[in-house]
């Protein structure tokens, strides 16, 4: 577009060099045709190095970090712009070179687009060096962590919002559940059609669905798990006959596909951090720096999870009928999912374990719910445990007993929930 705004604009201007001008500006068709294909080569040639380095910093971070964040450095954007640049200045520079003349019928020297090729060379010049900075910087190892975080957080954030006011929470018991699935006048039970990774549940579809049926719908799946052709996704409970067409309507609210992302799934960017802690654990790497890095971002995310209200399985209406039931990620899970692996992987880390023990202290401290304190006393145990079986030095476990010692197990709130 730029290339064609711009002959277009020389074809009307007739921009003729003089004074100092001259010096910058174009006088001749060869010296244009030299210029622009000075730029192109030069373009195509950098643009092929700056895809090897690409590949080169991606190979990288996948052996060293996982496959799984290579897509968060394909989403980066100043690579996209960098990449993008070079390949539309070497396309810009070809449709400019096609349009210069010399022949007697006919010349046309388009000096403004020449001019306008100049000053995208020195950009883009620029770019490689800013773009060699950047990639060097964003294959650290806690540059990357960091990154995982911040995407981690803003997930948390976009998931589970702070309430800014109290907003009333409708319960319901399991009994009276049950009851109303045994009262149904139709049960029917719906099978997944394909396979893949649950990325969306249309949660306002459903409710929809289930007003028309004067029901309610259960779903067995969350976001991130796998389904597997002809396994069971939705019991629909109503009152109405079901019409035709409603199972593909009720599949419909359903999104698959060949990988899992963050949509809705919670789990994504955590199993994103633990792949890193995992990896630096190994063996063949033995980075326990990069685990405790992990976990101290880890500890970060969890103790917002402690401060929101995770959102319930029942869904209501606008008349607070029943209409949805929803397999939903709870504290326990996600704090499975965060610390269950790198405590396994560690345990013959006394490092590590110490600084899990540390974290199990920090998340208990600022926790203000009996629940959840349960849930991390339940990992503290876990790690104290895995401590004492591995750690070969005496006074490393006693550095561990020492941090599990500072949990208050004698909390109110823990008494009152073992009354």
Known sequence: MAAFGLVFLDDAVKVEPSGIFSYFLIGSADSA???L?????????????????????????????????LQNFMHDKLNQVVLGSYIATFTYC????????SSDSLQFLPTISVGFSIILALVNIFLLVIFIHHISISIQADQVVSN??????????RLFPKAEEEEEVLEIADSKIEKLKQNARYKEVYKVKRSGYLQVVNRERLINLAKEIEGFIEVKKHAGHFLVEGQEVFTVYGEKELEEGFESRLLSALIAGN???????????????????????SPGVNDPYTAITCIDKLTDSICYLTAVDLPGPYRFDEDKKLRLILNTMSFDGVVSVAFNQIRQFG????AVLIHLMGAMVTIYKLSERSEHKQVI?????????????????????????????????????LQKDKV
């Open 33 to 35: 045709r030299s210029v």
């Open 37 to 69: 294909s000075t730029i192109a080569g030069a373009m195509i040639g950098v643009a092929g190095t700056v895809f090897s380095i690409t590949l080169v910093a991606l190979t990288l971070a996948s052996s060293q970090f996982g496959p799984r964040l």
């Open 94 to 101: 070809l449709v400019v070179l096609s349009t210069v003349k």
């Open 148 to 157: 995982v975080n911040s995407s981690l957080n803003h997930h948390f954030r």
């Open 259 to 281: 990988k899992r992302n963050s949509t809705q799934d919670s789990e994504f960017a955590v199993r994103q951090m633990v792949e890193v802690a995992s990896r630096a654990l």
């Open 347 to 350: 345990q013959s880390s006394p």
């Open 377 to 413: 006393l339940k990992h503290a145990k876990m790690i104290l445990q895995a401590g004492k079986e591995h750690f070969g030095e005496r006074n490393d476990y006693r550095d561990l007993e020492e941090r599990y010692q500072q949990l208050d197990i004698s909390d109110n709130t």
